[in-house]
C-alpha cells in the first residue's frame, strides 16, 4: 500500500479526522493544542495521527490535500482546513455545527 492509498484508508476509517504534531493527550505545537481544544469544545469523536511520528504520511498529504501547514481537520474525507480556518470557523459557530453533521 502505498502512502496515498495509506492517508484515503485512514480518512475513510472515521468520520472525523485530524493530523496533527504529537497526540491530543500531548500536542507537539501550539497549533495542534489549539485544533484540539476546539474539537474538543465542539465534543467531538475524532481520530488522530501523528505527522512527526510518520514522514511519509507527512510529506503525503501536503500532496493529497495541496495544503502545506498542519494541523489538517478532515470531516467524512474532505479538507476543512488548519488551525486559522478552524479559529474562524469556531467563533462563527460554524465548527460546531460541521462536527454535529459529520457525527450525525
Do not use: H
Not at 505527522?51 to 495544503?67: A, F, H, T, V
Amino acid at each position: 500500500m502505498n502512502t496515498q492509498e495509506k492517508i484515503r484508508e485512514q480518512l475513510s476509517g472515521d468520520k472525523i479526522v485530524l493530523y496533527m504534531k504529537g497526540s491530543p493527550q500531548s500536542p507537539q505545537c501550539g497549533f495542534s493544542a489549539k485544533a484540539t481544544q476546539m474539537l474538543g469544545a465542539c465534543g467531538a469523536k475524532y481520530a488522530s495521527y501523528d505527522i512527526l511520528s510518520d514522514p511519509d504520511i507527512r510529506q503525503g498529504l501536503k500532496e493529497y490535500s495541496n495544503w502545506p501547514t498542519f494541523p489538517q481537520l478532515y470531516l467524512n474525507g474532505e479538507l476543512v482546513g488548519g488551525c486559522d480556518i478552524m479559529t474562524e470557523l469556531f467563533q462563527k459557530g460554524e465548527l460546531q455545527k460541521l462536527i454535529a453533521k459529520a457525527m450525525g
